[in-house]
Structure formats: structure tokens, C-alpha cells
């Protein structure tokens, strides 16, 4: 039967993909390309493909095979690698999305935090002090709202929504699906989260500037970034860490020239000295130091002791965010910048780049050593550069980094022999993240059986390959995050620096499935609003004659190249239950569900989608019409070809990549 | 990995051995074992309470002879005298009054089983909300990294297999820290979502759950097999709940907000003997900057919410009250003296309250000295005199028998303190 099935299918399959590709021009002239090793793993040319879909993308629907087919197997992972793959319809997607691309300093100015918007608003007179938390909390509410458009501040969670909907679009529709998926593994890796207030605002650029450009560079280059952004200087404190500094202290003294040249020399000084007490009121903070050795580089057994971290964080002391608004400390250095002048502090061993600032008064002046590296009085900021290059380089990073890839890209508990291939690509490639992986997908463990679809998905990855699969329309990206979140994963909001773990176990437990369950039922219902599918577009407009039929057809346009007997066998009692139109149809009457074949949805989708309500009950009546007519004939039932389609998706083998 | 669960090895058979037709599978192998009556034991349930925000626990359990209190908090200094004007606080000890809108714990403080323990914080001094939960949450005050939460290593150290998926549930919308880790756990804000659902559709959803169940029966994966099997059981179990219309025991009133609704339905899920172990909730609106009031305002009606929520849970518990302790926890406590806007700022220390009858109750535990600016933890703020571990593992060893401090909360070496009884 399965033979059967497959010998049928295929000729039809490989038609559409001609037909559909027959635009695009292949280059084929890429010679010198070892050929990926799945044949000796007993893998067909199409399961090759697939298998390299699941591992690299976001989904893969029938058509991807095809395409990868055609372009090969090798070609197509070397254009991934680039990441320069032309996505001008994605573009024009996020093109509404008005802020996600501002800078730091822009959202800063824009959108600060709850508490900030309240002091400020009382400071300018617009909000009585006496009043919070004691007047008519609408009266308050409307006090505040009108303060913040004066002054042309907006909510932060607007920022957050923004951000967020562009990454479901770009998951979603991007052609470069694996720069994506690595953006999403190195998010992950570097977490920062949005439940951090003072980090909170600068995510959307950290994902945008600091992570995406990096993904397939050195490793070194993604530790250096991530150790100079604003999200991460907040999130781990290090914005705070301040050590030792011998020079300034005596410097005033000793080197009077430097300070007492000009009129302002009492300013300056002054304002130096305002400056030395702010660092003394905070100290040494251990917090990124360690968890850049434990987290970011070497792992929990990588080698390090107590007190390479200490010294680690002597070392980072001074590295900080450039400051970007006039209050509490960062305004005070501010101040000082303005007063002193930049190039007067770049004499001093100060360093500003972009939203980053070493303030050589913060930092540790005296002598380290991390893992017996040492590192001599007075390093200043290239110090901090050493520790974090030669951290990014150690061997126990190579065996920590490589694993975690293996882990994300091969299974739960990759080969030993692979990740010993991984580990020195890495140790003798510098690090170079694209290397790293073709050695991987080199590696006939990649293609090994045992390795194939032997990954839970996230419940990212779950909905992002249901809407991908089902060619989902998407006008309320948010709606999918909901699901995401109902299911188990509040992106952007795990709280702790490890990142969401990335194994089966953690995303699978009870509540999560049932909603992996639901979420399959209410997209392929279209019960999500701003989430539309056509189900009948997907088999070409052809209605299949029977609720057996439509199992069969759309198991394979959801699954292809599986072995799905089983599930077919399983799910056809309930389909030939005799009872089954009338419960279906009685189901029906009490929820009218807008027919997805037709075409009501419109220019005025927008609108509609906002309103949850139209969704349920479309006052439209020819949406109802449709749908009656609908129901009259004996399978063009969409409420029963949702069903079916709602299961394929909430089952478990759509859980598996 | 093979086998993640014990279901028979515990609970679910009181209610549901009378169900007829769907009796989860569990429950019905724990029917088969019951001869052996060693496998069938009650248990415990622990059940914390985050007050998310810092609560001034100077106002909540006021130190009202004070003088250095009353000079630095001109208007917001709270008195125990009778007078006419103001509730007075409910005088404890002589030393300590209760804020008078906590009047429902007063019983339960006079008769023992109610504890207080004030001068509770970290010995890491951040004074960031978010830095001072995630510690609290993961129970290690100087470690970002540490994967797991307190409460989910408490799980694991239970010394036995879940008996249900109820084992460790957190009344939230998703995971907290504390419940971060590799113990299986699970995060609802209603107990009616966990089911096959589908808007509008409930005879889709039926038989689309029938098709599931049947669909993960069969799956070559382990772990969906056998999680779909666990979801399929409690889905059946808790079909049986109906939070709208749920009669508390012995005439408590809930208060119909966030919290009194996770209480209630954790009531809920003790009384449906489903195994449920340790049990979260989370109560907002503590971070008083501006104009806390006193016997009014904003800090009145939260410990007001939070003493009621408490107090409906405990008179619902009744005859299974020796089996549950509440305890309530908050990240740091606030500055001794009143800002410029009628509040308080981010301090050190707070107290927290525990409740059970194997609490040794009836006293405010810890360590407060007077507040002269010597005796204030960087010349503002209630000292930490007892680490919030110490606390939390008391309780663990004594209400869960979790003796393994070291697994419990590493880096720790303290003592306990006696806030629980034997």
C-alpha cells in the first residue's frame, strides 16, 4: 500500500514542482562540491532533501523538496550559507512595521520605561504627585496618555509587538531560512530577556544588529558583539561592574597639565570627581564574567575556576553602555562626556563605539590572570578583547559550542564521532561558525536514520512549520506568539541566561501538548484570527471525493515522504464512523466557520481580522451562504476537512522534525 | 528516561474510583494495587506565594514602638493605639502590630499556626526586582546561570515519582523561574484549559480528542507516546472540575481576584487528591513608590487580598489543613524611611508569613534591631538578618521531608531558625 501510494504520487509531485520551478534558473556549473553522504545511510534523494529541510528551516513543503532537488542538495546549503538570498516580498511585508529598525538611542528616546514615563510626567507638571495611586485611576490614566503624546512617547509593549511580529513574518516568509533558524539558535545561546526592564528596550536592535549579521561569521565575533551590547551589559550587570582605578585617582594630582589647561579646569575636575564617586558607589559584578565562561564559551566543566571569574570581571570593569538619557547615573556621565570631551577621554583610554563605551575610570587597573593567561597593569579595554577572543578559541569552548550545534541541527544526544569531527573544524577553522556546520552536514552521522526526525519542535518551530506547510496567509502575526506562548514558549521572556533548554523532554509535558493539540484544531479551523488558509488551494482546487481521501491526500501534502500507514489506519475508523456527517454537521450549524475555499476575504481582511467576534460569526452573508452550500454536498464539508487537517497538525508525528 | 512517571503509584483513586466509563488508566492500575497500601500514601502539598514587587514588610508587620521607624515615615508611620481616627494595627507582641486590613490572619497568628518571619532577604544586596526574584527564584543569590528553580529541585528531591502530571503546578500563564528545570511541572491560569478545545466547536473538539488519544497511543516516539497518555488521563480527571461553580468547604469566600482564583483552584486540586505536591501563585502590586497610604490605599488593599485570599484557602482546606503549609515570599523588603512622593524604594529585608500546622506559629521569628542608621544595611534599609534559604529549606525538610540542603539550595551553608515545629 505504502509503495503504491508513493509510486502515485511521486510523478505528480515531481510535474508540480517542474511546472512551478521552471522559472527559476539553476546554476549547475558548481563543480568541486562533495557530494553530502546519505546515500550510504540508505536515503533516497528526496528524503536527503527533506531531511535537509527539517534541519535547516522552518518547514518544508512538497514543493521545497522539489526545489532543493533541482538546485541540489549541496548548492542549496552553500546559497543558505550566504544568507544573501533575495527576500523582496518579505521586505515589503515588514515595510508597515515602523520601528523595527530604529536605533537604541531612537527607542530610548521613544519608548522609555513605565516608571521613567511617571517620574518624568511629574517633574513636568502634567501629573500631581500627590495623585498616583490615590485619584480616579481613568482620570490618571488619561493624564498620563496625554503627557506621553506631548512629549511623543509610546508604550514599550507597542515596540515589543512590533518586534515580535516581524519575527513570525520573517521565520515565516524568509528565503534565507537558515540564517533565521541560527538568529534564533544564537539568540538563544547569548539569551537576553524582555521580563529584564533595563534590557528589555534594546532587544529588537540586539536580535537585528547584534545577533542576525553574525550568525554565520567567527564565533569570536558573536562574543565580542554580544559582550559590548546594551541587552547584554544590562541583562548580566555588567554595565555596572566597576574595579579599582589607581591612575584616576592620582592622576588629577600628578599629571595637574592634563586637567588644569583651560578656564574650566575646576568643571572638569569636579566633574571627574563626581564621577569617581559614582563608581564607588558600585563594584566588582561577577555576573557576566561568569556566565560568559559557563554559558557563553567554555561550559559548566570547561575549566575555570572562582577565581578566573573574579579576575575575568576585573578584566571587563569599565566596559558599559554609552549613556543615552539625562537621568540617574548614566546622566551623570553624560554630563561629564559633554564637559570634558570626547577626544580628552580618548586620551585617557576611553572608547566609544556606537552604543558601547569603555569608561577607563571604571576599570580595574591592576594586574589579572584568567586562566593563567596573564595580563599586565593598565591593559584598558584591549584587555577585555584579549579574555573574550581567547575565550571564544579555547578548546573547551570548541567541544561546548560544537555540541550545542550537533544538539540543535543532528538530535537530542549527537555521536561522539561527530562531535569530535565538529570540534576540530572549529579549533582549526578559528572558530568560523559556516565551516562548522558544512563539516557537519559533511559527517554521515547528520544522515544517519537514527537521526532523522528525531527532534521535537519548539513550539516555535511547531507553528512556524504549520503556517509554512498549510501556506498560511498572515495578517495577525500576534495571534501565532499567543499560541506559541499557550504552548510553552513566551519567546523572548525566559527569564534565566541558559535559554529555553533544547531537548524534547522540556517541551513536552502535558499542558503544552494538549495546546500543540489545540492550536493544530484552531489553525486549521481558521479560528486564528489574521491567520487564514486555503485548504483546497493546497491540493490544487481538487475536492477530494471522500473524508478517507482528503486523510490520505493531505497527510502527504503535510508529511511528505513518511511512512504515514499507520496514521492513516489510526485515524480512519473515526472517519468512517456512519454518524460522522451529521455530528460533523451539527458541529457545523453551531459554529459557522468561513469557507476556506472561497474567496470572501478580501481588501477588507484587515479590518475583519481585528475583531475576533467577525471571525466567529461573519455577519457577511454570503460567507454564510458559502458555508451552507458548503455543507450540502457530501464531503466539500470544510468543517470536516479542517478536522482532518487540524489533526494531521496536532499530531505526533507533526511534532517531530 | 524509559519511564518518567509512577502514576499508580499514588493518589486519584478517592474521586475517581466511582467514575464510571472514563477512569484514567492510571487510576485504575492504582485500583489494582491498592492491596499493597505502602504505594498509596497521602501527601503533602507546599504552596507558595510570590508577592511580585518588594513588600515594605515595616508596614505589613510593623515594628511599632520603634522611634527611629516613626521619625522616618512622618506619614506613612502606623500606630497600635485605640484611637478614633485610624484602625490601629493589631498589636502581636508588644512589639510588632499586624496591618489592621491583615485582621483574617489574627486567628491564625493567636492559635499557632501562623508564623512571621521578619529581617528575611538574600545576602546578594541588588536591589533590581529582577535580579532579586531570578535569585530568590533559583535559590542561588550569586548564580545567573543556575538552570533550574528552587521549587523544581524540591520535586526532584521528593524521593518518590509523580503520581499524576499535578505533581508541581503553577496557577500562572507561563513557568516561573522556581519551577524552571527537569522536573516535569506545568503552568495554567485555568484549570478548564486543559482540555481538547476548539472555540465555538465542542463536538469537533470531542472527537478530534478521541482521534489524538488514539494517535499518540500509537506513536513511535516515547516520550509523546507516553506524555500523550499522561495529558489523556488528566484531561479525563479534570473534566470533573468545574471552577464555576465550585463550593468551598465551610463557607469561604474567595475574593474574586487573580489570586484568590489561583487559590481556589488549587483548593481544588488538593481536595481532588491528584497528587499535587508544590503549588505556586503569584500576587502583583507591591512595588510602592508613590503613595502606599497607611490604614487606606494601595499597600491596605494588597495585604488585604493577600491575607482574605489566604485566609478562604485555609478555612476551604478544613480537616486536610495538616497537610498543606502556605508560605509567602517577596524579593526584597523597602527603604525605612518615606520617599518624596509618599512611598518607599527598594530596600533590603521584608518578613514573610507561613501558615500550617506544623509551623511553629504564633511568633515573629528573625532578628529585628531597632532601626538606628547603624544598625541599617548601607544606612538606609532592614537588614537581612535571616537568609531567605534558611527559611525556604526549614520548610522543604519539615513539611516535604526534603533533607538534601546541598541539592537544595548549593552554596548554602546555613542554619535553620525553628519558624517550623520539631
Redesign the interface.
Known amino acids: 500500500m505504502k509503495t503504491l501510494l508513493k509510486y502515485f504520487y511521486l510523478p505528480f509531485v515531481l510535474l508540480v514542482g517542474v511546472l512551478f520551478f521552471s522559472s527559476f534558473l539553476v546554476d549547475k556549473s558548481d563543480k568541486g562540491q562533495a557530494s553530502f553522504p546519505y546515500k550510504k545511510a540508505g536515503l533516497t534523494d528526496r528524503q536527503a532533501a527533506l531531511h535537509l529541510l527539517n534541519r535547516f528551516t522552518y518547514g518544508a513543503k512538497t514543493e521545497d523538496i522539489d526545489f532543493v532537488l533541482k538546485t541540489g542538495l549541496e548548492k542549496w546549503f552553500q546559497q543558505q550559507l550566504t544568507g544573501k538570498l533575495a527576500d523582496d516580498s518579505l521586505k515589503q511585508m515588514l515595510s508597515v512595521y515602523d520601528v523595527i529598525n530604529l536605533s537604541n538611542q531612537e527607542v530610548s528616546n521613544i519608548y522609555p520605561k513605565g516608571?521613567q514615563v511617571?517620574r518624568r510626567a511629574?517633574k513636568d507638571g502634567y501629573i500631581d504627585?500627590?495623585s498616583?495611586?490615590?485619584a480616579d485611576q481613568k482620570e490618571y490614566r488619561n493624564k498620563l496618555k496625554a503627557y506621553m503624546d506631548d512629549k511623543g512617547l509610546k508604550p514599550q509593549q507597542e515596540l515589543f509587538r512590533q518586534f515580535i511580529n516581524q519575527k513570525i513574518l520573517r521565520a515565516t516568509y524568509t528565503n534565507n531560512q537558515l540564517q533565521e533558524v541560527l538568529t534564533d539558535f544564537w539568540f538563544n545561546h547569548f539569551n537576553v530577556s524582555i521580563?529584564?526592564?533595563?534590557c528589555a528596550m534594546f532587544i529588537p536592535a540586539y536580535e537585528r544588529d547584534v545577533i542576525r549579521p553574525n550568525v554565520f561569521g567567527k564565533f569570536e565575533n558573536l562574543v565580542l558583539a554580544t559582550a559590548k551590547s546594551p541587552a547584554m551589559l544590562y541583562y548580566?550587570?555588567n554595565f555596572s561592574s566597576a574595579g579599582t582605578n589607581t591612575n584616576l585617582e592620582v592622576q588629577p594630582k600628578r599629571n595637574p597639565a592634563m586637567l588644569n589647561q583651560t578656564v574650566n579646569d575646576n568643571m572638569k575636575a569636579a566633574a571627574l570627581q563626581k564621577l569617581q564617586q559614582n563608581r564607588k558607589n558600585q563594584g566588582l559584578n561577577?555576573?557576566y564574567a561568569?556566565?560568559v565562561m559557563?554559558?557563553h564559551t567554555l561550559g559548566?566543566d570547561g575549566g575555570y575556576t572562582q577565581q578566573d571569574v573574579t579576575q575575568a570581571a576585573k578584566v571587563l570593569t569599565g566596559w558599559t553602555v554609552f549613556p543615552m538619557d539625562e537621568e540617574g547615573a548614566g546622566g551623570a556621565i553624560k554630563k561629564m562626556i559633554e564637559k570634558v570631551g570626547e577626544s580628552k577621554l580618548e586620551e585617557r583610554g576611553f572608547i566609544h563605539q556606537g552604543d558601547f563605551l569603555f569608561a577607563a575610570n571604571r576599570h580595574d587597573t591592576g594586574e589579572k590572570n584568567v586562566l593563567g593567561k596573564r595580563f599586565t597593569a593598565n591593559g584598558g579595554y584591549e584587555e577585555g578583547v584579549q579574555l573574550l577572543t581567547m575565550l571564544a578559541k579555547n578548546p573547551s569552548t570548541a567541544k561546548f559550542i560544537t555540541k550545542k550545534l550537533a544538539v540543535r541541527f543532528v538530535s537530542d544526544n549527537p555521536p561522539q564521532s561527530l562531535l569530535d569531527k565538529m570540534s576540530k573544524t572549529f579549533l582549526d577553522k578559528g572558530g568560523d561558525i559556516k565551516m562548522v556546520l558544512t563539516t557537519m552536514v559533511n559527517s554521515p552521522e547528520f544522515w544517519s536514520k537514527e537521526a532523522l526526525r528525531e527532534k521535537?519542535k519548539s513550539p516555535f518551530e511547531l507553528a512556524i512549520s504549520a503556517v509554512r506547510t498549510l501556506d498560511a496567509d498572515i495578517t495577525q502575526p500576534f495571534q501565532l506568539y499567543n499560541w506559541i506562548?499557550k504552548m510553552?514558549q513566551?519567546m523572548y521572556?525566559y527569564?534565566?541566561?541558559?535559554g529555553f533548554?533544547d531537548k524534547?523532554?522540556y517541551w513536552?509535558?502535558?499542558?503544552a501538548?494538549?495546546n500543540r493539540?489545540?492550536f493544530g484544531?484552531?489553525l486549521a479551523?481558521q479560528?486564528i484570527p489574521g491567520v487564514r488558509i486555503n485548504l483546497a488551494k493546497l491540493n490544487n482546487n481538487h475536492e477530494p471525493e471522500s473524508p478517507e481521501a482528503a486523510l490520505t491526500t493531505y497527510s502527504k501534502i503535510i508529511m511528505p515522504e513518511r511512512d504515514l500507514s499507520?496514521?492513516i489506519k489510526?485515524?480512519t475508523?473515526?472517519l468512517s464512523d456512519p454518524d460522522l456527517i451529521n455530528?460533523?454537521d451539527?458541529?457545523?450549524s453551531?459554529?459557522v466557520?468561513p469557507n476556506a475555499s472561497s474567496t470572501m476575504m478580501n481588501a477588507d481582511e484587515n479590518r475583519l481580522m481585528s475583531d475576533e467576534n467577525m471571525m466567529?460569526k461573519p455577519k457577511d452573508p454570503k460567507g454564510k451562504l458559502a458555508v451552507n452550500k458548503a455543507k450540502q454536498s457530501s464531503f466539500g464539508n470544510n468543517?470536516m476537512l479542517a478536522?482532518v487537517v487540524?489533526?494531521i497538525i496536532?499530531?505526533?508525528?507533526f511534532?517531530?522534525r | 528516561?524509559t519511564s518518567?512517571r509512577g502514576f499508580l503509584k499514588a493518589g486519584g483513586i478517592a474521586l475517581f474510583g466511582v467514575g464510571l466509563g472514563g477512569v484514567p488508566s492510571f487510576v485504575a492500575q492504582a485500583a489494582q494495587m491498592i492491596q499493597a497500601p505502602a504505594l498509596f500514601k497521602k501527601r503533602k502539598t507546599l504552596v507558595c506565594i510570590f508577592q511580585r514587587g518588594a513588600m515594605d514588610g515595616l508596614m505589613a508587620v510593623n515594628p511599632f514602638t520603634d522611634q527611629y521607624l516613626k521619625a522616618a515615615r512622618p506619614t506613612l508611620f502606623m500606630s497600635a493605639a485605640k484611637n478614633a481616627t485610624n484602625k490601629p494595627l493589631i498589636d502581636l507582641d508588644g512589639r510588632f502590630g499586624l496591618h489592621p486590613s491583615m485582621a483574617a490572619f489574627e486567628s491564625v497568628f493567636k492559635d499557632g499556626s501562623l508564623a512571621i518571619v521578619h529581617g528575611i532577604g538574600s545576602p546578594n544586596s541588588t536591589r533590581?526586582?529582577?535580579?532579586a526574584q531570578?535569585y530568590m527564584e533559583?535559590g542561588t543569590p550569586?548564580?545567573?546561570?543556575?538552570?533550574s528553580g528552587w521549587l523544581n529541585r524540591a520535586v526532584g528531591l521528593l524521593g518518590h515519582e509523580a503520581a499524576t502530571?499535578f505533581q508541581a503546578v503553577s496557577m500562572t500563564?507561563?513557568?516561573p523561574?522556581s519551577f524552571?528545570g527537569?522536573q516535569?511541572?506545568?503552568?495554567?491560569s485555568n484549570l478548564q484549559d486543559?482540555?481538547?478545545?476548539?472555540?465555538?466547536?465542542?463536538?469537533?473538539?470531542n472527537?478530534?480528542s478521541?482521534?489524538?488519544e488514539?494517535?499518540?497511543d500509537?506513536?513511535s516516539?516515547g516520550?509523546?507516546?507516553e506524555?500523550?497518555k499522561?495529558?489523556f488521563d488528566?484531561?479525563k480527571m479534570l473534566d470533573k472540575i468545574d471552577t464555576k461553580n465550585y463550593k468551598a468547604a465551610n463557607n469561604a469566600i474567595y475574593p474574586n481576584t487573580a489570586l484568590g482564583n489561583a487559590l481556589k483552584q488549587i483548593a481544588q486540586l488538593i481536595k481532588m487528591d491528584v497528587g499535587l505536591e508544590v503549588a505556586f501563585a503569584e500576587s502583583g502590586g507591591w512595588d510602592?513608590?508613590?503613595?502606599?497610604?497607611t490604614t487606606n490605599?494601595?499597600f491596605a488593599r494588597n495585604v488585604n487580598d493577600l491575607s482574605e485570599c489566604i485566609m478562604a484557602f485555609w478555612t476551604d482546606m478544613g480537616t486536610l489543613q495538616d497537610d498543606v503549609t502556605v508560605m509567602t515570599m517577596t524579593e526584597f523588603g523597602r527603604t525605612v524611611k518615606q520617599n518624596?512622593?509618599?512611598?518607599t524604594d527598594h530596600g533590603r529585608a521584608s518578613c514573610n508569613f507561613i501558615l500550617g500546622n506544623d509551623v511553629n506559629g504564633g511568633k515573629v521569628h528573625g532578628l529585628v534591631k531597632p532601626l538606628a542608621i547603624e544598625n541599617l544595611e548601607d544606612g538606609r534599609d532592614l537588614a537581612v538578618t535571616t537568609d531567605f534559604r534558611s527559611v525556604f529549606s526549614e520548610v522543604a525538610d519539615k513539611h516535604l521531608k526534603i533533607n538534601n540542603d546541598k541539592l537544595l539550595f548549593p552554596d548554602w551553608t546555613g542554619k535553620h531558625i525553628g519558624m517550623m515545629k520539631g
Open positions: 516608571a511617571l511629574i504627585k500627590d498616583v495611586n490615590k521580563t529584564k526592564n533595563d548580566l550587570d561577577e555576573n561568569r556566565e559557563e554559558l559548566v521535537t506562548t510553552g513566551k521572556y527569564q534565566a541566561p541558559t533548554p524534547g523532554q513536552i509535558n502535558t499542558g501538548l494538549l493539540m489545540n484544531l484552531a479551523a479560528k499507520e496514521t489510526r485515524l475508523p473515526m455530528k460533523v451539527k458541529a457545523a453551531n459554529a466557520v466567529v468543517t478536522q487540524g489533526v496536532g499530531s505526533p508525528e511534532q517531530r | 528516561m518518567r533590581s526586582h529582577f535580579d531570578d533559583s550569586f548564580n545567573k546561570g543556575t538552570a502530571p500563564s507561563s513557568l523561574r524552571y527537569d516535569p511541572s506545568v503552568a495554567i486543559f482540555a481538547i478545545q476548539l472555540k465555538g466547536n465542542p463536538n469537533g473538539a472527537m478530534a478521541k482521534s489524538f488514539d494517535l499518540y500509537q506513536t516516539s516520550l509523546l507516546k506524555t500523550g499522561e495529558s488528566a484531561v510602592t513608590h508613590f503613595n502606599q497610604g490605599g494601595i518624596g512622593t509618599g512611598g
